[in-house]
């Protein structure tokens, strides 16, 4: 069971550790959510949370288990195009827990929030095209593409592409049914 917590600044360098530590290089393959045949490189830096967690239209939520170790991490942000959008991201398990339902519980339990908080109605996030196993677990939790694509981001101080032609997917899951009636 996860404990769920708002990220503060003092957990920044445990959370970069375990958000890169998820997608990128060798300690990812012990999961499946690995994006290091893909990307090499991180995934986020300190600075780039900090500036997350600063912000009023942001949050990070973090999952803990019963020993207080942080396993677990989602971004909320605001879609600052569309309101009533919440976009959902930087969703992370620790390589050596995942398939226990964290990212479920970290997915639901940042849904709520959204409806809580912000008053969010759609929740949309986006998953590189090629990685057709998280799409599907998205898609079994409700999300579905929209049919919109995005060219995957240039960032070479962060990452290097691995494979040509990556793109993003947008995928969209309304929240309609979290209001309470």
């Known amino acids: 069971m996860l404990i769920q917590r708002l990220a503060q600044e003092s957990d920044v360098p445990v959370l970069c550790a375990l958000v890169n530590a998820a997608y990128r290089g060798e300690a990812s393959r012990a999961g499946w959510t690995t994006e290091a045949d893909l990307l090499t490189g991180v995934r986020t830096s300190e600075r780039t949370i900090q500036a997350l967690l600063a912000r009023e239209d942001a949050c990070i939520l973090i999952g803990e288990d019963a020993s207080g170790v942080m396993a677990a991490s989602l971004c909320l942000e605001q879609h600052p195009e569309e309101t009533g959008t ?96």
């Open 86 to 181: 919440v976009k959902l991201g930087m969703i992370a398990v620790s390589p050596l827990l995942q398939n226990r339902g964290y990212g479920k519980a970290m997915i639901l339990a940042a849904e709520k929030l959204a409806v809580s908080q912000w008053g969010m109605q759609r929740a949309q996030m986006m998953v590189i095209s090629l990685r057709e196993e998280l799409i599907a677990f998205y898609r079994r939790l409700g999300y579905q593409p929209t049919g919109e694509t995005l060219p995957f981001p240039h960032q070479p101080d962060m990452w290097q592409p691995q494979v040509e032609n990556m793109q993003l997917i947008i995928l969209q899951k309304s929240l309609s049914s979290l209001f309470a009636t």
